[in-house]
């Protein structure tokens, strides 16, 4: 079965850091870029990060860039997203997903694979 599972999101408070993790079953993420999304309550969901499998090129929002660090241990078949300096606008659900190529792509309908997300809150 085909599957992602995100892990590492919790209550940071604000200048915080957490670690967060994307583990793949079922299929092997070496093919794949992957990307992570966040969605807060109300707002539509929005790319954060990606990091293609073809040249270990990565892409950060301009909202995160300086902040977060992604990257990809293939031997693990995992993906980790850093997040230092965290700020109360990063608090969202954090979903990890699999693009339909292995460059990075723009559009949130590109990547077909989608863990169930991590709840991140940054608070004090």
């Known amino acids: 079965q085909v599957q992602l599972v995100e892990s590492g999101g919790g209550l940071v408070q604000p200048g915080g850091s957490l670690r967060l993790s994307c583990a793949a079953s079922?299929?092997?993420?070496?093919?794949?870029?992957i990307g992570w999304f966040r969605q807060a309550p109300g707002k539509e969901r929005e790319r954060v990060s990606c990091?293609?499998?073809?040249?270990?090129?990565?892409y950060y929002a301009d909202f995160v860039k300086g902040r977060f660090t992604i990257s990809r241990d293939n031997a693990k078949n995992t993906v980790y997203l850093q997040m230092n300096s965290l700020k109360p606008e990063d608090t969202a659900v954090y979903y990890c997903a699999a693009a339909s190529s292995s460059f990075c792509v723009d559009l949130v309908a590109e990547y077909g694979y989608w863990g169930q997300g991590t709840q991140v809150t940054v608070s004090s």
């Open positions: 990091i293609s499998s073809s040249d270990g090129s990565t």
């Open positions: 079922g299929f092997t993420l070496d093919y794949y870029a």
